[in-house]
Structures are given as structure tokens and as C-alpha cells.
């Protein structure tokens, strides 16, 4: 058992390690560091496998032993090929869960488990359904080195030179086979376990969750589950049928970029040959506003998985009933692909289209004037964004938000919208006075509610026009959007607001003072670099005193013709000229 737990704990440990190393940890995007990884396991299952091919057997030889006569006192049961291969599962199992393939991905599984459900647990911007669908990415890791796990567990008698010996044992090829495919609930148990848990940590750690989790969000777990189990099916199929120490890493590899491939076509999330990929790919608009054939999704994985499993048993075996049963899982297989990629359904098709046309009926709080609107499952997520605006529109003056609204649906891409959902809206609603901002719980989408908002209310948005950048340099208006959005917030907050050139992104893109853009869309607008710096200075000037000198001339202070020195002035401090211009910002 210490052995085994070894080898277990060596495989968590060189995990941890590699990525750390590869320093996957301090960029989302890992790509560099997931390349290194991939190069190093390589190499060392290789290098591995090359020594273990090369270990005796027997380091000082066979050494005779004394006979010894047994006379048993009554004839062993007959043991049926179910019962023998349920002992062989026992003992295999045990094998499988200490292979130090199986504590590479526990490793791996343990890293993302810390990444996306305490370091960046924030990303999923509190929508449930989102984090719960996305979610089974995360356990491929752990269904790759499944395979390979798998693969040497059903390798062993070739690798140690004993496959003649094992031969001679009562039980058959496919009996052996059959418990090694019955070892695979726990991996799958372990999958549906660690993701569960991740889901735990995201619950409790966003600061705002939202959205409800049904049997379409469960069913994402439950078939990440399922994937491992196919994953230990795979491993034991290359082993039957192409025993050698290459195969896995090859298939694992090319399997990796087919899927991505699948999980990338076209711009929709219903796109039909997304469905046939193992994963769900990072959606543009919220989940519920898409309608895959989720059920028929999970028969496709299920079916995949039956035709492996029987495919690694028709290798020693090929009776009547295992080529039936293969026949019917490649049938089902072919139906339920076929199911997965259908059109969406016009039920599902005239829902969307309501829950995206039809703003007016969205229910909404009143803040200040300003209407927030958000699905009735979403409560919370409205009540953050009425908290986030609130001060902002508080500091405005009375009546200049009463013609704007923030609305869930109003960022999303038309181009998004499966084309059923299209027709039936016959275009994109209208977007007159409402904000375009991205609506979630992430703190950075909350900042980029409060940018809006003050921009709204200083006239900025009359002119803007979508997807353009307004340049608001040298505008007293531009200085007072920056600093109504800085009302009601912390500390830190104020002072992100109001810097240019500091950046809370890894990558080093994020515009300031607008946020991240894959949190609060790209900047609408640009200022001076000095706007920047005259609404630092703003803070330091009593809130009732700016709010008074605004209110008595809000028309003159928001018209594009009132410079940032002319508002200085108002408010005893000296110009800063017009200098510089902030970075225009960038798509997510």
C-alpha cells in the first residue's frame, strides 16, 4: 500500500511541479505553459516506459523452491466470467488509482480546482448555469491521463514480459479485459466529484451568484462523469489493439485538438458540429439563451463510450451477442449525433426570442431613474448592479437617467443567436435608451456599470454611436462621467478609475480607466491623459461642493464644448491643459 500511495503521490507532485514550472498558473490563456507541459509528460512516459521495458523481472534470477504437495479438501465452486472479472476489477482498481498517470491528472484536476474556484473564481461573473456548463472542460486533464493510466494498467503482462505466463491462467483475454472496464466508475466517481466540489467554490466565493441550476446544468457534471469513464474504456481499447507505449499520447493529443476543433466551429454556441465535441465552448451570450440538444449530447458521449468498451472485448472475443451489442452502439451512436446536431426547436426558439425581445417585459428597479432590468431568476444580479449605480445617480442631478435602462440582453451579439430565434425577432431590438453594458456580478463588469452610467448621465452617450470610440479629450464632460463613477466606491476602486496605465490584468492589455475588457466590454470612449489626472483631483474637492457647482449649470458643464480646465477652474484648481490620450482598448 505505501508503494502504491507512492507512486500516487509522485504523480501529483511531478503535476504540480511541471505547471508550475511552466508557470501555467500566471496566465489564463497558459498557452506556453500547457505546451511545456504537454512536451515534458511526453517525454517522460516515454522515458518510462523505455526503462520499465528494460527492468528483469526478476533481479537475481529464479531460484528453486522446495515442493510442496497440495491436496485441497474439496474441489473449488465454478467462478462464472462475471464473478472472476469483478475480483480482477478489485485488485485492478487498486492499480489504477495509485499509477502515477492517475496522480498526474489528480494533480492537475487539484491546480484548477484552486485556479478557476479561488484564484480566479470571479471570472464567471456569478451566472451559475455558465460556470456548471463550462465546467467539464476542466476534467479533461484528468480523462487524458485516465487513457494512460489505463493503457499501462491493461499493458502490464506485455510490458513485464508474462503475457505466456498469464496465458495459462484460467481466466481468458476477455475476461481480464472485462475487469479492467469495470475499474472505470472510479475515475468517473472522482471527475463528478471534483467538479461538484469546484462548483461548491464558486458558489461561495462570487460575490454575486445568480441564475438557476437545473437538470440541464446537473447533466453537464454528470456527462463530464461519463467522459472520464470513456477515457478508461479508450485506454483500455489502444491497449488491445495497439499495445504500443506511443499510442496513447498520440490519441490523447489528437483527440485534444479535434475536439477543440469541433468546440470552436462557427460563432454559435448551438453551431451543430459543436455538439459533437466533448466540450461546451466559452460562450459569448448566456447559456440560457442558447438551446442545445443537451440530452442527446450525453447519449452521443454514452454511445462512444459502449462502442470502445466493446471494441477493447471483440479483440480476444467476437461472439455473436458482442457483435451485436456493437452494432446497436454504433447505431445509437450515429442516431444520437444525428439528434445533437438537429436544428434548435421552435418551442426553444419562440422562448429566446422573448427573453431578447421583449425588454419591456423584463422585470425592473427603479434607481434614481435609471431602470435596471433583469430575467426574474436573476434578482440578486439586479440588485448588485442597483448598488454598484445607485450613488452614481444619486450625484447626478434629477431626471437626466429617466430616459436610460440596463437590460441583461442588451449586449448580446445578434451574430450569436441561433438564426430560428432571428426570424422569429426579425432584427435586432431597439437600443434606444438602453445602455450597452455587460451585465454580470463581476466586480469589473459592476465598475463598468458605474462607467456607464456616469456617462449616460453626462450627455456622452447621446453622441456616442455603437461600436465606435467617442474621443472625449479635453471635454469637461469626460472628466465628470470619470467622476461620478467613482461615487460610493472604495478606495481602490476611485483610484483605478481615475489612473492612467495601470493595469489588473496578466496580460498587461486592460485599458485604464476603463476595466477589463472581457468583463466590461471595450471602452467606449477616450480622454486626455490630463482629463484622467483633473478627475483624480476632483476627489480631493468636498462631494457637496462639485455636486453643487454642477448642479447649477449641469447643461453648460456636460456640453462638448466646456473644456476640463473650465471645470477646474470652477472648483478652485489650477489647468491641466490637454495632453495624451487613453488607450482606445481592445476586444476580450
Not at 513485464?160 to 472485462?178: F, I, K, M, Q, Y
Amino acid at each position: 500500500m505505501r508503494r502504491r500511495l507512492g507512486r500516487l503521490l509522485l504523480g501529483v507532485g511531478a503535476a504540480v511541479a511541471v505547471l508550475g514550472v511552466a508557470g501555467v498558473g500566471e496566465s489564463r490563456s497558459g498557452g506556453p505553459g500547457i505546451l511545456a507541459v504537454l512536451v515534458v509528460a511526453g517525454a517522460a512516459w516515454l522515458a518510462w516506459g523505455f526503462v520499465q521495458r528494460r527492468r528483469p523481472i526478476v533481479a537475481s534470477g529464479w531460484a528453486p523452491a522446495i515442493a510442496v504437495a497440495y491436496r485441497p479438501s474439496s474441489p473449488p465452486p465454478p467462478a462464472s466470467p462475471a464473478a472472476v472479472s469483478l475480483a480482477l476489477a478489485r485488485v485492478e482498481l487498486r492499480e489504477l488509482v495509485t499509477s502515477p498517470a492517475f496522480g498526474v491528472g489528480v494533480g492537475l484536476s487539484g491546480l484548477a480546482l484552486y485556479l478557476f474556484g479561488v484564484e480566479w473564481v470571479g471570472d464567471y461573473g456569478g451566472n451559475l448555469p455558465n460556470a456548471f456548463e463550462l465546467a467539464p472542460i476542466l476534467a479533461h486533464p484528468l480523462a487524458g491521463m485516465v487513457v494512460l493510466a489505463a493503457f499501462r494498467a491493461r499493458t502490464r503482462g506485455q510490458r513485464d514480459g508474462v503475457e505466456e505466463l498469464l496465458s495459462t491462467c484460467p481466466a481468458p483475454p476477455t475476461t481480464r479485459t472485462a475487469g479492467h472496464l469495470l475499474t472505470a466508475w472510479a475515475p468517473g466517481l472522482v471527475a463528478v466529484a471534483y467538479l461538484l466540489l469546484l462548483m461548491l467554490l464558486v458558489e461561495r466565493g462570487s460575490p454575486v451568484t445568480f441564475g438557476p441550476v437545473g437538470a440541464r446544468q446537473a447533466a453537464a457534471i454528470a456527462g463530464a462523469g461519463l467522459l472520464v469513464v470513456g477515457a478508461t474504456a479508450l485506454g483500455i481499447a489502444l491497449a488491445r489493439w495497439a499495445p504500443w507505449t506511443l499510442v496513447p499520447v498520440v490519441a490523447v493529443v489528437a483527440i485534444g485538438f479535434l475536439s477543440t476543433d469541433l468546440a470552436t466551429r462557427g460563432t454559435r454556441t448551438t453551431e451543430p458540429l459543436r455538439q459533437l465535441s466533448t466540450w461546451l465552448g466559452d460562450p459569448t451570450i448566456d447559456v440560457r439563451l442558447t438551446a442545445q440538444h443537451w440530452l442527446a449530447h450525453h447519449l452521443w458521449i454514452l454511445a462512444l463510450t459502449a462502442v470502445v468498451a466493446l471494441l477493447s472485448l471483440l479483440r480476444d472475443r467476437r461472439s455473436p451477442l458482442l457483435l451485436g451489442a456493437a452494432a446497436v452502439a454504433v447505431v445509437a451512436a450515429v442516431a444520437a449525433g444525428t439528434l445533437a446536431t438537429r436544428p434548435i426547436d421552435a418551442s426553444d426558439a419562440r422562448r429566446i426570442a422573448a427573453m431578447v425581445g421583449d425588454l419591456e417585459g423584463q422585470p425592473c428597479l427603479d434607481v434614481r431613474g435609471l431602470r435596471i432590468c433583469t430575467f426574474a431568476t436573476d434578482r440578486a444580479l439586479a440588485d448588485a448592479l442597483a448598488d454598484a449605480t445607485r450613488p452614481v445617480a444619486a450625484a447626478a442631478p434629477p431626471g437626466v437617467l429617466t430616459a436610460w435602462s440596463l437590460h441583461q440582453t442588451a449586449d448580446t451579439d445578434w451574430d450569436h443567436l441561433d438564426p430560428e430565434v432571428r426570424s422569429l425577432l426579425g432584427g435586432p431590438p431597439s437600443a434606444d435608451g438602453v445602455i450597452p453594458a455587460e451585465v454580470s456580478g463581476h466586480p469589473l463588469a459592476l465598475e463598468g456599470a458605474r462607467l456607464w452610467t456616469g456617462l449616460a448621465a453626462a450627455g456622452v452617450l447621446d453622441d456616442w454611436q455603437p461600436g465606435t470610440t467617442l474621443g472625449l479629450r479635453g471635454q469637461a464632460r469626460g472628466v465628470i462621467a470619470l467622476w461620478l463613477a467613482t461615487r460610493g466606491a472604495d478606495a481602490d476602486t476611485q483610484k483605478a478609475l481615475t489612473t492612467v496605465g495601470s493595469s489588473r490584468s496578466p496580460a498587461g492589455d486592460e485599458a485604464r480607466p476603463w476595466p477589463d475588457s472581457c468583463q466590461a466590454g471595450v471602452t467606449p470612449v477616450q480622454w486626455a491623459v490630463t482629463d484622467v489626472v483633473a478627475a483624480r483631483l476632483l476627489l480631493q474637492v468636498p462631494e457637496t461642493e462639485v455636486r453643487s457647482v454642477l448642479a447649477a449649470d449641469w447643461a453648460h458643464w456636460t456640453d462638448p464644448d466646456t473644456s476640463t480646465d473650465d471645470l477646474l477652474a470652477a472648483l478652485h484648481r489650477g489647468p491641466v491643459g490637454t495632453h495624451g490620450m487613453t488607450p482606445s482598448g481592445s476586444r476580450c
